[in-house]
């Protein structure tokens, strides 16, 4: 069974820091981009970052020069540093796994979830 699971989140002063980590199991995440993506109360689930298995990042303008996604391919992680957060932040983070473009063919066309976890930035 495929899991993600987030951890990390809680609630900042605007202006803070906050790490997101994801741990996945269940499959060979090397052949996975791996993302994060939130969702703010009354909006749409927006990507946040991704990275991809080759190590290319891609950012939502929004986090550019504030966000930091990485991944540590042999422990099967994927975080997300957090800084000069924003009340705007404030959101469910979601952990995502996709199969790569690289990926072979058993692992085409699969993507994977984590529950989430909440981060709010307020005074």
């Known amino acids: 069974q495929v899991q993600l699971v987030e951890s990390g989140g809680g609630l900042v002063q605007p202006g803070g820091s906050l790490r997101l980590s994801c741990a996945g199991s269940?499959?060979?995440?090397?052949?996975?981009?791996m993302g994060w993506y939130r969702q703010a109360p009354g909006k749409e689930r927006e990507l946040v970052a991704v990275?991809?298995?080759?190590?290319?990042?891609n950012y939502h303008n929004s986090v550019k020069g504030r966000f930091t996604i990485s991944r540590v391919n042999a422990k099967n992680t994927v975080d997300l540093q957090m800084n000069s957060l924003r009340p705007e932040d404030t959101a469910v983070y979601y952990c995502?796994?996709?199969?790569?473009?690289?990926?072979?063919?058993?692992?085409?066309?699969?993507?994977?979830w984590g529950k989430g976890t909440t981060v709010t930035v307020s005074s």
């Open positions: 995502n796994a996709e199969t790569s473009g690289t990926a072979p063919p058993t692992f085409y066309g699969l993507e994977y």
């Open positions: 269940g499959t060979i995440f090397n052949f996975f981009d």
């Open positions: 990275i991809t298995s080759d190590g290319s990042t």
